[in-house]
């Protein structure tokens, strides 16, 4: 099978200059983000100290303190994100409203999953220009920082994409072992993706894994059959990551916490959970001495500054004691000063209590 036409595109692409749509989530974490000061270690080691449960000095303010490669080369979605192709083939569209994109509905790249080994095109990772986009995503990360690699579109989410949800869900039942192969296969893309990310994009400290496996009332499959099907070709990749010496962050959207001790087993470090679904004091008390985990700090519009350091102190009481816990603050983002207050008194007050927990 000949090079598709998507990936024409991408190998014929300029990676040195940028593709992401200003005011476009790509082009957010692709900007610099300013430098961090006073800290008494690096925010990368702190962070990876969080991540990994190693005492942290203070607790890290999730995504402020971190910085996300995403690169343009890596085309699991349209290149600029607008609606278009992927070099899958699959087409997207631009949600305004969420910021960001969904498939097509009735998108088909194959005309059925048991045809996948005859239709489905690859993407021919040897096109595209990964060394001009390293070095232009290289040039606007902050080196005190953890550089995290936005590894999109996982295991699952790919073969659901490709064809309608349903007929995915229907081949865990219909062709297990077609589905293993598939899965498998697809972890050998994403591990010679990662390794593209590892040569070429400078420091890469993490890789934030994205895969979604349930539903607001809770996982799409039973334990065993997430054992069964999904955990062999993750695991595989993840191993992966981790000989690497990379650290495991989760994006997995749905009532997940049923999959928590798949998670562990996998060596995922870390999790930031869907808010309102996921109980954040049960995955607290249960697993977080064995996985970090990212909460929310909610801090209502028009709260005062006083409210606000009170938010963030109860915060770091309740969940500081495994030192093992981000705090996402989540304020009024017409009104930033409420972000600077917060982190401010996240830093102080978190940093005193670690030295009193640690005895330092």
């Given amino acids: 099978m000949g090079v598709s036409k998507f990936m024409e595109t991408a190998a014929n692409r300029d990676y040195s200059k940028s593709w992401a749509q200003p005011g476009s989530f790509p082009w957010i974490f692709q900007q610099p983000k300013p430098v961090i ?12 100290r969080c991540v990994k449960g190693e005492q942290p000095y203070w607790m890290p303010a999730y995504f402020y303190e971190s910085n996300i490669v995403w690169p343009d080369a890596v085309e699991e979605h349209p290149v600029p994100e607008v609606d278009g192709y992927d070099w899958w083939g699959v087409y997207w569209e631009m949600v305004d409203t969420v910021g960001g994109m969904i498939t097509k509905p009735g998108t088909r790249t194959i005309s059925s999953f ?9 993407p021919d990772l040897s096109l595209p220009d990964f060394e001009a986009d390293g070095k232009k ?13 936005e590894c999109v579109e996982g295991i699952f989410e790919r073969l659901h994409e490709m064809i309608p949800f349903d007929e995915s869900l229907c081949a865990f039942y219909e062709e297990p072992e077609l589905l293993e192969e598939f899965f498998q296969k697809m972890a050998d893309y994403k591990i010679e993706s990662c390794d593209k990310i590892f040569k070429y994009y400078g420091r890469v ?4 894994y994205h895969d979604d496996w349930g539903t607001q009332r809770a996982g799409f499959f039973s334990n065993e059959m997430f054992r069964e099907q999904i955990m062999p070709a993750t695991s595989r990749f993840l191993k992966f990551v981790k000989e690497q010496g ?13 999959y928590v001790p798949e998670m562990i087993e996998m ?9 309102g679904i996921n109980e954040p004091d049960f995955l607290h008390e ?10 929310p700090i909610e801090i209502a519009p028009g709260m005062e500054e006083g409210d606000i350091r009170k938010a963030v102190r109860d915060f770091v009481d309740h969940f500081g004691g495994n030192g093992r816990v981000m705090a996402w603050i989540m304020t009024d983002m017409t009104n930033p000063q409420q972000d600077v207050i917060a982190r401010d008194e996240l830093f102080n007050y978190s940093y005193e209590y670690y030295n009193r927990l640690y005895n330092r």
């Fill in 114 to 122: 048991e045809k996948w080994k005859e239709e489905l095109e690859w």
């Fill in 246 to 258: 990379k650290f495991i962050e989760l994006h997995s959207c749905g009532k997940n916490i049923q």
């Fill in 137 to 149: 995503i290289q040039a606007m990360l902050d080196p005190d920082r953890p550089h995290i690699y």
């Fill in 286 to 295: 249960t697993y977080g001495k064995q996985m970090t985990f990212t909460f």
């Fill in 267 to 275: 060596g995922i470090d870390m999790w930031t959970p869907q808010l």
């Fill in 37 to 48: 000061e006073g800290r008494p270690c690096s925010v990368k080691d702190n962070y990876i």
């Fill in 205 to 208: 400290d993490g890789v934030l």
